[in-house]
């Protein structure tokens, strides 16, 4: 089983559209978790950080379940310029600086 | 502004012929990461330093290697690049358990 696992889509969405992302982790003591994006062909960027006690930034909101194990990502009123890969990242053992991504999902916002 | 300079954006090598990859942070980050990503897959961490500690991935190919001569700069050195290993190759910088900045990449070609 993979240490983080993302449904890798794609996802193809109508502009305007509410579309959420999950994503699943396996080591219960991962303690810090993170949601990038990346655009064909260029660098990860990070979205946003993921608390325990859900967070959001404008259209976008993130949720932690620390007893099922997974984040989630959400994107109301959704834009053409969110179309990109959406990637889960998991802190697995703070300390020892190991990120572990997930395989990304992949969005596409059509007109 | 650039706070995570990889040079340069586009590297064709040949088959064998060794090759190294360069990056540098203004970020003063004590951790640095190299990643290799290829086409539709998560990034793969090949290694990183905490100051000065190299650390390196169980399933890191020889082939690889890494050396940080200062806290501002950070090379990957290919001895021996084969066909497979072909991809785009990231740099990130981070403090401890924060998330990571990645720089625009390294897009390298085999011939």
């Known amino acids: 089983r993979k240490e983080v696992e993302q449904d890798p889509g794609p996802f193809n969405v109508p502009e305007g559209a509410t579309v959420a992302f999950n994503c699943t982790y396996s080591?219960?003591?991962?303690?810090?978790f993170f949601w990038y994006r990346q655009d064909c062909r260029k660098e990860p960027k990070l979205l946003m950080s993921?608390?325990?006690s859900g967070n959001e930034d404008g259209r976008f909101t993130a949720q932690l379940n620390r007893a099922s194990q997974y984040i989630s990502l959400l994107i109301r009123d959704s834009k053409l310029s969110d179309s990109a890969t959406y990637l889960c990242?998991?802190?697995?053992?703070?300390?020892?600086?190991?990120?572990?991504f997930g395989q990304g999902t992949r969005l596409t916002i059509n007109p | 502004d650039a706070m995570v300079i990889q040079n340069p954006r586009y590297q064709v090598t040949q088959f064998g012929k060794p090759v190294t990859l360069s990056c540098s942070q203004t970020?003063?980050?004590?951790?640095m990461y190299w990643y290799q990503q290829k086409s539709s897959q998560a990034p793969k961490l090949l290694f990183h330093?905490?100051?000065?500690?190299?650390?390196n991935e169980a399933d890191t190919p020889d082939n690889f290697q890494s050396r940080r001569p200062n806290t501002s700069f950070c090379f990957l050195d290919i001895r021996s690049p084969g066909l497979g290993d072909a991809a785009m190759y990231l740099c990130?910088?981070?403090?401890?358990?924060?998330?990571?900045?990645f720089g625009d990449g390294t897009r390298l070609s085999i011939l």
């Open positions: 990130a910088t981070s403090r401890l358990d924060e998330p990571q900045h």
């Open positions: 080591n219960s003591a991962s303690q810090s």
């Open positions: 993921v608390y325990s």
């Open positions: 990242v998991v802190i697995s053992i703070q300390g020892a600086q190991k990120l572990v």
């Open positions: 970020l003063n980050h004590n951790v």
């Open positions: 330093y905490y100051d000065k500690d190299f650390n």
